[in-house]
């Protein structure tokens, strides 16, 4: 009874009610990108950009912001962009490329690259400003489409039982698994939301996709690795007149089954490879370009509801821990949907809540690695996974605590019922 009393005074201190808004009409649109790499920072392979999007349905207005960090999250944007754009929801969707500079500082003690927040805080808010400074009318379009996989689960199940990250060799399996072999599950599908102006012109398109982005970990130089290809490639492809914004999904556990040789150091003679992350951002770049062009064209007017929400966990071995992780929840003329979570989900989250959502004839979208608000809560495996264990599933003392997966994506979906009409506030 005391934990049930503790649990329900937690949920009222960290929690933060739900919030509903809603608008229709027509719906404008805005996109921009800028450089974000800091100047005179060596070595540089390519570059790191922050790519925007803007959204207003009726004076609702939402910006999507996809980087290519590793992560990134910063209660000062969203204060700036409410305040001087008026901006009711802000989404930022890390690529989480572990080439970043933001990454390098982390890996590279010998080196000083510049990761200050603040640097990255100004250029996220510009991009956004920069977005609202053209906005047109617009239609929205969206669709998924399956074609063989780019990762696995590089959680591998091993001879006693349990699992084991790729990166671990035993007397059957290599390590990092060069026969590429298709270990699951993961997801098969790349997602495209397309925004075109009132011609039919695509202006803007929302790659989603879930594979980690460290085809080039440990290479030492700043890189946007796969995603940063996939989205040049598509922008190619439309005669750099659309603006691709990358949306990594549920990664947590997915490996790419193309990946360089992992350097011993910034002093390794040996330089990295870089076709792998080049071949993998061309064959996705291949299918989401290919689904694009495909998508029918949206309605002229456009329906827009956000909900917002907040879950407290505590951890899984050390309870003393607090993870208060925040959610949105984005519904589109009824059918379009995305679900904004912060950390690295596991892909068996996605797959499940896919499949629900589209028993309702949704389209859905997993927008993982994405901040709306609160910290990230790191890893968060499904319950088996945890239960199976390796990398990111039990091997953190300071994880999330076990079934916060289900219920992440689970209020997920309830708020997709509320948002679309089907969830009864009182019974009839």
């Known amino acids: 009874m005391k934990n049930y009393i503790l649990t329900l005074l937690l949920l009222t201190l960290f929690a933060f009610p739900s919030k509903t808004k809603a608008a229709e009409g027509q719906l404008l649109a805005g996109t921009a990108k800028i450089n974000i790499t800091p100047q005179n920072v060596l070595p540089l392979h390519d570059s790191v950009f922050a790519r925007s999007l803007v959204l207003e349905v009726g004076g609702l207005r939402i910006a999507q912001v996809s980087v290519d960090l590793v992560g990134f999250e910063s209660e000062r944007v969203k204060r700036i962009c409410k305040e001087k754009y008026g901006i009711s929801q802000v989404l930022i969707s890390a690529s989480h490329s572990h080439s970043c500079p933001i990454a390098l500082a982390l890996f590279d003690r010998s080196k000083t690259y510049p990761s200050n927040t603040t640097y990255f805080e100004d250029r996220i808010i510009e991009v956004v400003g920069k977005a ?38 035993d007397a059957h399996y290599n390590v990092e698994n060069p026969e590429r072999i298709p270990f699951g599950p993961v997801d098969l599908e790349v997602g495209v939301i397309r925004i075109e102006d009132m011609q039919g012109k695509p202006r803007a398109i929302m790659m989603n996709y879930a594979c ?37 999904g549920a990664a947590g556990n997915v490996e790419s089954l193309q990946i360089s ?168």
């Not at 679309?420 to 009182?426: H, I």
């Open 132 to 169: 609202l400074n053209d906005m047109f009318p617009a239609r929205v379009s969206a669709g998924h489409r399956t074609f063989p996989q780019l990762g696995f689960n590089r959680l591998i199940i091993r001879d006693d039982g349990h699992a084991r990250e790729s990166w671990f060799g």
């Open 212 to 248: 980690h982005s460290d085809i080039v970990c440990f290479n030492y130089e700043i890189s946007a690795d796969y995603p940063g290809v996939a989205a040049r490639k598509v922008e190619e492809a439309f005669n750099n007149e659309v603006n691709c914004l990358f949306v990594q």
């Open 261 to 428: 040789r992992r350097r011993t150091g910034p002093d390794d003679p040996i330089k990295s490879d870089y076709a792998p992350m080049v071949r993998t951002g061309e064959l996705l770049a291949y299918e989401a370009i290919k689904l694009a062009k495909q998508l029918p064209e949206g309605s002229d007017l456009t329906s827009m509801k956000v909900r917002t929400d907040s879950l407290h966990f505590t951890g899984r071995y050390d309870k003393t821990l607090s993870f208060n992780v925040h959610l949105a929840t984005i519904l589109i003329n009824d059918n379009i949907l995305i679900a904004a979570c912060p950390g690295e989900l596991f892909s068996q989250l996605q797959l499940e809540w896919k499949e629900k959502v589209r028993l309702a004839d949704a389209i859905p979208f997993v927008f993982g690695y994405t901040w709306t608000g609160g910290k990230s809560p790191g890893y968060v495996p499904d319950v088996r996974s945890a239960a199976l264990g390796g990398f990111g599933a039990d091997q953190n003392i300071h994880g999330i605590e076990v079934g916060s997966g289900e219920m992440i994506m689970n209020k997920q979906l309830e708020n997709f019922y509320k948002l679309n009409g089907l969830m009864r506030e009182r019974p009839e």
